[in-house]
């Protein structure tokens, strides 16, 4: 079976990159587009915390940060069988004008078929929550539902 490619994802936002980079690295801005509650210090090596609505934990481990730049995570997602699977999420910001085009690439997909279903669920809820980022920050509106289903 071939190796899985990465996710990737591109959206231009009409803010600077300075709001979008709160946005991904500080608890409370996390919360408004993302997560149910975050634990996260935009710092390297530093480990973090992320549960959505719905209870789902994930936890993980800053990689690397570039103040309004570049932001990496360590992503280690575990089943219910308590296998864990390591990928890495990497966000670039370049500045466009007077917005921001966020470039979101999630690399590190094995072959399997519980890597089918992981990169599945990842490729769908970044969609998914990457426009709600998209429409936090442009319109202050979370378009979130708790009787979506993202996974």
């Known amino acids: 079976m071939a190796k899985i490619p990465p996710v990737t994802e591109k959206f231009y936002l009409a803010v600077p990159p300075a ?3 709160a946005a991904l690295t500080r608890p ?3 919360a408004k587009w993302f997560l149910a509650e975050a634990k996260f210090t935009p710092k390297p090596k530093t480990p973090f915390e992320f549960t959505w609505r719905g209870g789902y934990t994930m936890n993980g481990r800053v990689r690397d940060v570039a103040t309004n730049r570049r932001v990496t995570l360590d992503w280690i997602d575990r089943f219910e069988d308590g296998k864990t699977f390591e ?4 966000f670039v910001l370049r500045r466009r004008g007077r917005g921001t085009v966020l470039t979101l690439t999630h690399r590190g997909f094995k072959s399997g078929k519980k890597w089918v279903a992981l990169y599945g669920s990842i490729r769908a809820g970044w969609t998914y929550y990457l426009m709600n980022l998209k429409s ?3 319109h202050g509106t979370d378009l979130r539902s708790d009787l979506d289903s993202v996974a």
């Open 19 to 21: 709001k979008v980079y």
């Open 136 to 138: 936090v920050l442009e």
């Open 28 to 30: 409370r801005q996390l």
């Open 87 to 90: 990928t890495r999420a990497e």
